[in-house]
């Protein structure tokens, strides 16, 4: 394993070194597997004035934009707690004009990904949108919230958003392995883009496992070793999203907090008492279990329910044996270089 380097920090270590103030960041997951416990410490450490990408618009664009730290937030979603009369934290902001909005539909976020991740500058979307206000209406992006350009092969006109390569991206899984490669499954809609189309990763996950295990199941690492920047170990990280395989949503933990974000000070109490009063996640869960029990944390915990396994076996893994002669000539390195130099096989490159 020497090629990889350990990426284990602390999730303060993590958030301090990787997440600065006026960054782009993307919050990788959307609807489940939130990464609660990473917004939480972004939070805490008041990371300010950041333009904060997210596909669904929960509790954590809600948590971050009343904390004071968002300045522009581009979405395809928000939660209203209270409905538009109510407010809700992202609401009372827009009414302010201390938030700044940029609004797209689900497929035209998703493509600014994909063309972030592939390394292209743009990607060309369905020109339906044209006839809605997420086209006609612009924010901070302007012009460069779309463009409508000749196609170079046709001659028509499509119309096209830009890529999206934000500073960092925070992203919970439900395993990673020391290095950094990290696993994930369930609803994947925009999770994998979003991390590889970010300059730096940090990866919170449920457990780290041994690199036998990530081995044993490749198809499901989403983000390779040599692309995050952190992993940090945080059981029950995404609460109270639902991780699968782990524990379901917590209603009751969900409901309590749309109820206080319905209002201005009802937010501000929750997140004095549920942020800002526990320094970590180990704090937050002890006063989950002190508030509702550990049966009721129990009861989340998900039961077992494995898929198939894949067998992954082959008759050997190299066309060299162990005695160094190649398997179907039957020949060594040496002797096939000499047969190659003969018959004028080799070529200067």
């Known amino acids: 394993m020497s090629q990889f380097n350990e990426k284990v920090m602390s999730l303060s270590d993590a958030v301090s070194q990787f997440v600065k103030e006026g960054d782009e960041l993307i919050i990788g997951n959307y609807t489940l597997c939130a990464c609660a416990e990473l917004v939480?410490?972004?939070?805490?450490?008041?990371?300010?004035?950041?333009?904060?990408?997210?596909?669904?618009?929960?509790?954590?664009?809600?948590?971050?934009?009343?904390?004071?730290?968002?300045?522009?937030?581009?979405?395809?979603?928000?939660?209203?707690?209270?409905?538009?009369?109510?407010?809700?934290?992202?609401?009372?902001?827009?009414?302010?004009?201390?938030?700044?909005?940029?609004?797209?539909?689900?497929?035209?976020?998703?493509?600014?990904?994909?063309?972030?991740?592939?390394?292209?500058?743009?990607?060309?979307?369905?020109?339906?949108?044209?006839?809605?206000?997420?086209?006609?209406?612009?924010?901070?992006?302007?012009?460069?919230?779309?463009?409508?350009?000749?196609?170079?092969?046709?001659?028509?006109?499509?119309?096209?958003?830009?890529?999206?390569?934000?500073?960092?991206?925070?992203?919970?899984?439900?395993?990673a392995d020391k290095f950094g490669n990290a696993q994930y499954w369930g609803a994947m809609g925009s999770v994998m883009a979003a991390a590889l189309a970010s300059k730096r990763i940090i990866v919170s996950c449920e457990e780290i496992v041994e690199h036998d295990v990530i081995q044993a199941s490749p198809h499901h690492t989403i983000i390779p070793a040599f692309r995050t920047d952190a992993v940090v170990e945080v059981p029950w990280g995404s609460?109270?999203?639902?991780?699968?395989?782990?524990?379901?949503?917590?209603?009751?933990?969900?409901?309590?907090?749309?109820?206080?974000?319905?209002?201005?000070?009802?937010?501000?109490?929750?997140?004095?008492?549920?942020?800002?009063?526990?320094?970590?996640?180990?704090?937050?869960?002890d006063k989950y279990v002190a508030t509702f029990g550990s049966e009721t944390l129990e009861n989340l915990r998900a039961k077992d329910y494995y898929s198939t396994p894949v067998n992954y076996g082959s008759a050997f893994t190299s066309p060299w044996k162990h005695d160094g002669t190649e398997r179907g000539m039957g020949v060594t390195l040496e002797e096939l270089e000499t047969i190659m130099e003969e018959r004028g096989l080799f070529h200067d490159c």
């Open 40 to 175: 939480f410490e972004v939070v805490r450490q008041q990371k300010k004035h950041l333009t904060v990408y997210s596909q669904s618009g929960i509790f954590d664009v809600e948590v971050m934009v009343a904390a004071g730290i968002v300045d522009r937030l581009v979405t395809t979603y928000t939660m209203r707690s209270g409905g538009k009369s109510g407010g809700s934290a992202v609401e009372r902001a827009l009414q302010a004009r201390t938030l700044q909005l940029e609004d797209y539909t689900n497929y035209n976020y998703n493509a600014r990904l994909i063309a972030g991740m592939h390394g292209f500058n743009f990607m060309q979307v369905f020109e339906g949108v044209m006839a809605t206000d997420l086209y006609r209406i612009r924010g901070f992006m302007g012009d460069d919230k779309y463009r409508v350009i000749d196609c170079p092969y046709t001659g028509d006109k499509i119309l096209t958003v830009p890529a999206l390569n934000p500073d960092v991206c925070i992203i919970h899984v439900p395993r």
């Open 239 to 285: 609460h109270p999203t639902e991780v699968v395989g782990y524990y379901n949503m917590d209603r009751l933990a969900y409901g309590m907090f749309q109820g206080a974000a319905a209002t201005e000070d009802g937010l501000k109490t929750w997140l004095d008492e549920w942020v800002y009063g526990c320094p970590d996640r180990g704090a937050y869960m």
